[in-house]
């Protein structure tokens, strides 16, 4: 019993975010049978069908075989986004490995013409000084 005493915050807190999770989960259970609900009884015949094919899919697939649909979806979501995200790194640092590359041929073929044509005028320069 002294062992539970000492984790008595932790599992005040575990026990708060508990009760906050399923509130937000009542609410929103609520909130979307509102929004079925209206649909079924709307005079538009294409949002009652939909209404109806959702309850008979939701109804008709088991609990667990829905929630680890669910589970898929949104791990194919993430994934995707990481996927992505890697690709633009990876195009970024192909972009600044061929910038470090090209950077020196640039420099060289921009500045040399530069230096040619202002050569004549610098040394002129530098011997007068």
Do not use: C, H
Request: charged residues 5%; glycine residues 4%; aromatic residues 4%.
């Amino acid at each position: 019993m002294e062992s539970v005493w000492e984790y008595r915050a932790l599992l005040l807190s575990g026990t708060l975010v508990t009760v906050q999770l399923a509130i937000g989960s009542l609410l929103l259970s609520v909130l979307l049978g509102l929004v079925g609900a209206s649909a079924k009884l709307a005079r538009n015949p294409v949002s009652q069908s939909l209404a109806n094919a959702y309850t008979t899919l939701v109804r008709g697939v088991p609990d667990l075989v829905l929630m680890m649909l669910l589970l898929l979806f949104l791990l194919l979501l993430v994934l995707r986004s990481l996927l992505l995200l890697m690709l633009q790194l990876l195009m970024l640092l192909i972009l600044s490995f061929l910038l470090l590359l090209l950077l020196p041929l640039i420099l060289q073929t921009l500045l040399l013409p530069i230096l040619i044509l202002f050569l004549p005028s610098l040394s002129r320069l530098l011997s007068i000084i």
